[in-house]
Structures are given as C-alpha cells and as structure tokens.
C-alpha cells in the first residue's frame, strides 16, 4: 500500500494550486483519502477527506477554497486550493484510512500516509 502526494510549490497569494495523491497497492473503494497539512512545531491538521462513497469534508480553514475530489479510474485524489494564503504554507500530507465521518480530521485514525509535498504560498 503507498500514496505518493505531489504537485507542490511556490505561489504567490491569492494564486491556486492542486495537489495530487496517487495511490498503489489499493484502491479507492477500500479507503477513505485524507488530506492533511503540517507546519513546523505545529500538529498536523486534518484539512480534507473522501469517503469510500464518494462524501466529503473539510475544515474551517479551507472550507470554499479547496476542492478534494477522486479519479477511480486514475486510482488518484485531488486537492485544488485557490483563494491561497501565507498561512497555507506547510507541507501537505495524503493519507489512507477508515474513519468514521464524525472524526475524519483525526490523523491517528490513517493508516497509510503519503512522503508529503511542500506548499509555499508568498505574499
């Protein structure tokens, strides 16, 4: 089982970026994908999920910014973040799991996580 998040870098704020997650090993039908962001000395904050079904999540802090979205054929999880700010700036994780939708942000809960990729939005 492997993810394998890409699709990070720089950008100015204000700009957008989508962030990919692909995954081998497994398919979208047996878990849930999250995605989440961590910034030094900080706790990884869970962002977005996708349930099996297809539901999705996010937190406060993206919400009506950022789009997680899934190809099934692809076997592959998108994250689309417009609207971005300096405090976006982390290095943004995917990760696999089964959680129960009341406690998705909960990164414990994963199983598998991706290497991560580091998004740097500039003022």
């Known amino acids: 089982v492997q993810l394998q998040a890409s699709g990070g870098g720089l950008v100015q704020a204000g700009g957008s970026l989508t962030l990919s997650c692909a995954l081998s090993g497994f398919s979208l039908f047996d878990y849930g994908i999250g995605w989440f962001r961590q910034v030094p000395g900080k706790e990884r904050e869970g962002i977005s999920y996708t349930r099996i079904g297809g539901s999705t999540y996010y937190a406060d802090s993206v919400k009506g910014r950022f789009t997680i979205s899934r190809d099934n054929a692809k076997n592959t999880v998108y994250l689309q973040m417009s609207s971005l700010k300096p405090e976006d700036t982390a290095i943004y994780y995917c990760?696999?799991?089964?959680?129960?939708?009341?406690?998705?942000?909960?990164?414990?809960?994963?199983?598998?996580w991706g290497q991560g990729t580091l998004v740097t939005v500039s003022s």
């Open positions: 990760a696999a799991g089964r959680p129960v939708a009341s406690a998705w942000s909960a990164s414990s809960l994963y199983a598998y």
